[in-house]
């Protein structure tokens, strides 16, 4: 295992957790685990490919982790540098108790993790809640953001929630069902899918969630999720969408799951309005973990689009 700095190596039980972990995903999870120290925590992350090329920068959301990009991983290491960083909380990633775990919180790690990496002309790939964190830092640093890539996502204000989302946010039982019982990643493994995981797959969405501690940031997402001018993270949300206009002349390309009963096609429109020259390619098969029903399609789709806008990098010589 690596630290981002050279210097600092994650604490013995982080480093044993993630080595746990991957031990009962085996081939199915095969990345070099590599850890940055952001402010709370340590942030788990991939770093595949050349250093050289340009970053496909992959960012998840609740209640997944990097394994929801695997297929990616794999299938553009070859030609881009892919990295695909654990929000605190989740996946690989150190679970510290008593973190602020807000949307605010996530971008700062976001932020720290690119300036210490010095990553640049990056190509987003947003899911969830990778679609405000990932906006959040674009806006802080548009220079160092060329390109997105919006899967199922949001990063703006909607009126919309499901009720097993509302049902998730119930005051003290929300809780015990979504932190104490798993509710919530049990749901996500059958519900965020439009055909059925394999054995494979849904013990890897599950493997870093199995105990109370381990799905604090999962209840902490589902309670700052921002629906109106009371909220925490309102503020935070409200100046990202402000910000979207900034990128509405860069490449961009919404690749959609048109049966999620999440982030709907509604969302999809929604991101048009910010951005009336993104492509969007939707996959009428998928849903919620598109990765997951459509990968091929997926993978296809961004290869098409990234070809269609290579970056100066990218450029014959």
Same mark, same amino acid.
């Given at each position: 295992?690596? &630290? ?12 044993? #957790?993630?080595?746990?972990? /991957? ?15 952001? =402010? ?11 250093? !050289? ?18 297929? @990616?991983?794999?299938?553009?290491? +070859? ?12 996946? @690989?990633?150190?679970?510290?108790? =008593? ?40 806006? /802080?640093?548009?220079? /160092?953001?060329? *390109? ?11 009126? #919309?929630?499901?009720? *097993? ?16 019982? +798993?509710?919530?990643? *049990?749901?996500?493994? #059958? ?18 969630? +199995?105990?109370?501690?381990? *799905? ?7 309670? !700052? ?5 009371? &909220? ?10 402000? +910000? ?25 429109? /929604? ?5 009336? #020259? ?38 014959? &010589?």
């Amino acid at each position: 295992m690596t &630290a981002t700095n050279g210097k600092a190596r994650p604490a013995a039980d982080v480093a044993q #957790r993630a080595r746990t972990i /991957r031990g009962r995903l085996g081939t199915a999870w095969p990345y070099e685990p590599h850890f940055h120290h952001a =402010g709370g925590g340590w942030m788990h992350y991939v770093d595949e490919g050349p250093r !050289d090329a340009p970053v496909l920068l992959c960012l998840h959301g609740n209640p997944s982790w990097g394994f929801l990009y695997r297929r @990616l991983v794999a299938a553009f290491s +070859g030609s881009y540098r892919v990295v695909v960083p654990d929000h605190l909380g989740c996946g @690989l990633s150190e679970c510290p108790r =008593g973190w602020r775990y807000d949307l605010c919180g996530h971008i700062d790690n976001l932020e720290h993790l690119v300036r210490s990496l010095d990553l640049g002309e990056l190509t987003l790939i947003l899911h969830d809640w990778g679609g405000a964190i990932g906006m959040g830092m674009a806006v /802080r640093h548009p220079v /160092r953001v060329a *390109r997105v890539v919006v899967l199922n996502s949001a990063a703006f204000p909607f009126s #919309r929630m499901p009720w *097993r989302i509302r049902v998730a946010r119930a005051p003290l039982l929300g809780r015990l069902a979504v932190q104490g019982l +798993g509710l919530f990643n *049990r749901g996500a493994v #059958r519900t965020a899918v439009a055909r059925p995981l394999t054995g494979e797959a849904r013990a890897g969405y599950l493997a870093p969630y +199995g105990s109370w501690a381990e *799905r604090e940031a999962v209840w902490r997402f589902v309670e !700052d999720i921002p629906m109106g001018v009371h &909220a925490h993270s309102w503020p935070a949300l409200v100046e990202i969408a402000d +910000g979207l206009s900034r990128f509405a002349s860069r490449p961009a390309c919404l690749i959609w799951g048109e049966r999620d009963w999440c982030f709907t096609p509604a969302f999809a429109r /929604r991101w048009r309005e910010f951005w009336p #020259r993104a492509e969007a390619e939707m996959i009428a098969g998928a849903g919620h973990w598109l990765t997951e029903d459509e990968p091929d399609e997926v993978v296809a789709r961004l290869g098409s689009f990234l070809e269609r806008h290579p970056l100066p990098s990218e450029a014959p &010589a």
